[in-house]
């Protein structure tokens, strides 16, 4: 998200204002090559809240985004992608690609700012899931004033194409996926001088959510440099899952998988034994429960939980819907051949 520090309407106060009246763990702050509420003082607790502060970088045509944390400085802005990529992986930095598959028309004078260079590795992560994209892309002239007036309502589920792109990526290497909104609550000055908030923070902090998943309690008050590095930790290891809150609280969800010996979570990687291994899966509401291998989703499942026992090696993750819509997104838990000992 953006606040004032770059092209957000927000203070960072009013944020975190908005974040801890609807009950948010953390906040991730991105913006646009700054990292001066760092040194400011801003990063750490607000009652049980956790802010973070990375920033956003773009390449020169405005492209590639990139999303950035635990990075010293902000890096020249002539940086090319490669050097930007680069640079951060070298540094150890978390690197996750912003909104990466926007298409868009509508909107003039917001044109799309996609990342257009795959080729690249060392980056970590993949925004798999924007509300700013996925609200300006399906914008018409006929659903426009709907579509302002219900931004929550608005949002279906993540595009088939950067899933797809993902699940392939991951077929490669682990790359965890994430969920933002992307939030500016820009400012709109009607024709009758009335200024109004579009797409507060609060409204959007009820949409897309991360949720990451700890070994150990993180708890208000704990350190911040080690908070943050087991927020990085966790990201990278894709030890998370992006849900919108809309559809409802999605805490509680589990998506695991077990052998006789152990059991591994998402972003980790399972030798398969002769038996099997038994994917599980337990949500907090009734739902309907879809398995993807390699791409490919699997049948549907009504409940709150499903169990599948899988023998192929490849990459499996779930989706999870209400009402036709999105609700849950997992992180893919890899399985391989018991002889390779890669984890
Ligand atoms: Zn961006």
């Given amino acids: 998200m953006h606040s004032i520090y770059s092209d957000g309407?927000?203070?960072?106060?009013?944020?975190i204002d908005a974040g801890i009246s609807v009950g948010l763990d953390y906040l991730m702050f991105t913006d646009h090559f700054n990292l001066k509420p760092i040194e400011n003082g801003y990063e750490?607790?607000?009652?049980?809240?956790?802010?973070?502060?990375?920033?956003?970088?773009n390449d020169m045509n405005d492209e590639n985004h990139y999303m950035l944390f635990d990075m010293d400085k902000v890096m020249p802005k002539d940086y090319t992608v490669e050097e930007y990529v680069k640079t951060a992986a070298k540094k150890g930095a978390l690197g996750i690609i912003a909104h990466p598959?926007?298409?868009?028309?509508h909107?003039?004078?917001?044109?799309?700012?996609?990342?257009?260079?795959w080729e690249l590795d060392g980056f970590d992560s993949i925004e798999i899931w924007n509300q700013m994209s996925h609200w300006m892309e399906g914008l018409t002239k006929w659903n426009k004033v709907w579509r302002w007036l219900h931004p929550r309502s608005s949002l279906i589920t993540p595009t088939d194409r950067i899933l797809e792109k993902w699940d392939e990526l991951n077929l490669q290497r682990r790359i965890s996926g994430i969920g933002g909104v992307d939030a500016h609550q820009y400012i709109h000055k009607l024709s009758i001088g009335i200024k109004v908030k579009v797409f507060p923070y609060k409204v959007l902090f009820k949409t897309i959510r991360t949720h990451l998943l700890f070994y150990d309690p993180l708890n208000p008050g704990?350190?911040?440099?080690d908070s943050k590095n087991r927020f990085i930790n966790a990201i990278r290891s894709a030890r998370c899952f992006i849900s919108n809150y809309k559809l409802g609280d999605a805490r509680g969800f589990r998506f695991w998988a077990e052998t006789d010996a152990k059991s591994y979570n998402m972003g980790q990687s399972v030798p398969i034994p002769e038996e099997g291994v038994?994917?599980?899966v337990i949500l907090p509401a009734d739902a309907v429960i879809r398995f993807v291998y390699n791409g490919k989703r699997g049948g549907r499942v009504t409940g709150d939980s499903a169990t599948r026992i899988v023998k192929e090696p490849g990459v499996y993750r779930v989706e999870v819907y209400q009402g036709g819509k999105g609700w849950i997104y997992s992180n893919h838990i890899r399985l391989e051949k018991e002889d390779s000992n890669e984890s």
Avoid: M
């Avoid at 309407?9 to 944020?15: L, M």
């Avoid at 607000?46 to 956003?56: A, K, P, Q, R």
């Avoid at 704990?222 to 440099?225: E, F, G, P």
């Fill in 44 to 57: 750490g607790w607000n009652d049980n809240l956790l802010s973070l502060f990375g920033y956003e970088h």
């Fill in 107 to 117: 909107l003039v004078s917001y044109p799309p700012y996609p990342w257009t260079h």
């Fill in 278 to 280: 038994n994917l599980q």
């Fill in 222 to 225: 704990d350190h911040v440099i």
């Fill in 101 to 105: 598959d926007e298409i868009r028309s």
């Fill in 9 to 15: 309407s927000g203070t960072i106060e009013e944020i």
